[in-house]
Nanobody, 121 residues
């Protein structure tokens, strides 16, 4: 059993900043890639940023230069620093984790429950 606890969402004015956190716990042997996705009403869920266990990052073009993804491997926690927020960043943000479970080390993908980010103009 794995739990993902997301936090940090909220309401912010355009140009402001928010920092999202995602903490993983439970029957985890190791965590491989982690990522943030977002879904706006009526739209598909899209990748925002991803980070490998070695720290290699990938960003959607729409957030490059404004968002920074990072992780603390010792605490199985991932962060998303979001600066210069725009109204079009409004969405539910989901944490995504690729991990190997305990005790069998079988790979799984798990999603968080989502956290709402609303950017007002």
């Amino acid at each position: 059993q794995v739990q993902l606890v997301e936090s940090g969402g909220g309401l912010v004015q355009a140009g402001g900043s928010l920092r999202l956190s995602c903490a993983a716990s439970g029957s985890i042997f190791s965590i491989n890639a982690m990522g943030w996705y977002r879904q706006a009403p009526g739209k598909q869920r899209d990748m925002v940023a991803e980070i490998t266990s070695g720290g290699i990052t990938t960003y959607a073009d729409s957030v490059k230069g404004r968002f920074t993804i990072s992780r603390d491997n010792a605490k199985n926690t991932m962060f998303l620093q979001m600066n210069s927020l725009k109204p079009e960043d409004t969405a539910v943000y989901y944490c995504n984790v690729h991990y190997n479970n305990l005790p069998s080390r079988v790979p799984y993908v798990f999603w968080g429950q989502g956290t709402q980010v609303t950017v007002s103009s």
